[in-house]
């Protein structure tokens, strides 16, 4: 996760991931996901806007696209059923934030524009009405060598009303996984004020 260019096909995916999936996906995902593949990309590839205004669209869609309060609070695990209830808000509002700081906060244009094509390599549904999606970034090459392709997996949420991430594997790391472990260790050392307190100074390095 720490690499630039992984972080930017991550996003990619995430945010397009309810777009890939609609040939197989219920309605409640057809209609969030309509516009969703043509909005990354045309952010990606606009040339009016900067850098940083990129990265707040990006923001936007990935906070819409992502389920971060479900997956926040799978991170904790037990923990979270045994949270007071006045720290589950600011956690669940400060996660959000860091969330999305470590997939947009790396965004770089330059690698944006490379991005040329995005396949589905496979989409099947699973129990719970989720739905498991295979994808393939195409990158474009620099006239010498061709373009770095990334596999990125992820699983859609479908509810009632709408669909969302629940879960992004980049080279096989799951992120419920990779949150989980590091989240509810901490948490049974420090409690939430110590998770929450950890991902506010991540917050604030940089």
């Not at 990606?44 to 940083?52: G, L, R, S, W």
């Not at 094509?117 to 739905?131: A, E, F, M, T, Y």
């Not at 409690?191 to 991540?202: A, T």
């Amino acid at each position: 996760m720490k690499n630039a260019k992984t972080l930017l096909f991550a996003i990619a995916f995430t945010l397009t991931a309810p777009a890939l999936a609609n040939a197989a996906a219920p309605s409640a995902c057809e209609t969030f996901s309509t516009t969703m593949t043509t909005r990354i990309l045309n952010i990606f590839h606009n040339t009016k806007e900067t850098p940083v205004e990129k990265r707040t669209d990006l923001t936007k869609l990935f906070q819409q696209a992502v389920d971060t309060n479900w997956i926040g609070k799978f991170a904790l695990g037990p923990y979270w059923r045994t949270a007071p209830q006045q720290e589950r808000q600011p956690y669940l509002s400060t996660f959000r934030d860091y969330l999305t700081y470590i997939y947009v906060s790396k965004f770089h244009d330059d690698d944006a524009e490379k991005i040329k094509n995005i396949k589905v390599l496979s989409v099947v549904p699973q129990s719970g009405d989720r739905i498991y999606v295979k994808s393939l970034i195409e990158r474009q090459g620099d006239g010498k060598n061709s373009g770095e392709n990334t596999q990125v997996d992820y699983i859609l949420k479908q509810s009632s009303h709408q669909c969302q991430v629940h879960d992004i594997k980049i080279a096989g790391v799951s992120l419920l996984v990779t949150l989980r472990s590091e989240f509810s260790a901490l948490a049974g050392s420090a409690g939430i004020k110590g998770v929450i307190k950890q991902m506010r100074n991540r917050l604030a390095s940089d």
